[in-house]
């Protein structure tokens, strides 16, 4: 089972939409994914997404209420085969704490998407985006990143 790690900087927003549109369209296509996500900072550990991320998640029939912010822990360099981070300040983040031989496990969730266009995928939570924007920008991502598992030899498939 492949599992993957969504990783923003508070893990209310970015990273929660990501986790749950990951869970959904896994599922709905047939793949076993281990999905999480967490926060570089520990800002807001033990909280519920921001309201505006569970509202727009909502909106396309993705729930995450059940979701609860924390921080990276050492472990999780480790135990995830995919870090998928929202932008490039957290992937520097993450790999000055990472041990050697597991970075090219992070990396940007903008590198699945179609369009390419972009390489950091915004924050919405003081406004300068729109949390509807931003969840399109992280599905391109994780669409193209489904399509990535389903074409490795049957990793993750069930059937």
């Known amino acids: ?26 599922e709905a296509a047939g793949l076993t994914v281990e999905v999480a996500s967490a926060a570089t900072h520990a800002y807001h550990s033990g909280e519920p997404p921001d309201p505006r991320a569970v509202a ?14 924390r921080p990276v822990v050492a472990a999780d360099f480790s135990r995830f085969d995919i ?3 929202m932008e ?8 000055k704490i990472c041990p050697p031989g ?3 496990r992070i990396m940007l969730l903008t590198r699945f ?8 995928i915004p924050d919405p939570y003081f406004g300068d985006e729109s949390f509807e924007s931003v969840f399109r ?10 399509a990535h598992l389903r074409q490795q030899d049957g990793v993750g498939v069930t059937r």
């Open 1 to 26: 089972m492949v599992k993957v790690l969504f990783v923003c900087t508070g893990n209310i927003c970015r990273s929660p939409l990501a986790h749950g549109l990951m869970r959904a369209r896994a």
């Open 88 to 95: 490039r300040h957290h992937q520097q983040a993450l790999r």
């Open 137 to 146: 920008l992280i599905e391109d991502g994780v669409t193209g990143l489904i």
């Open 56 to 69: 727009v998640a909502a909106s396309h029939g993705v729930a995450i209420g059940d979701l609860r912010a």
């Open 113 to 120: 998407a179609v369009d390419a266009s972009r390489l950091d």
């Open 83 to 85: 870090i998928a981070v």
């Open 102 to 104: 597991l970075q090219d």
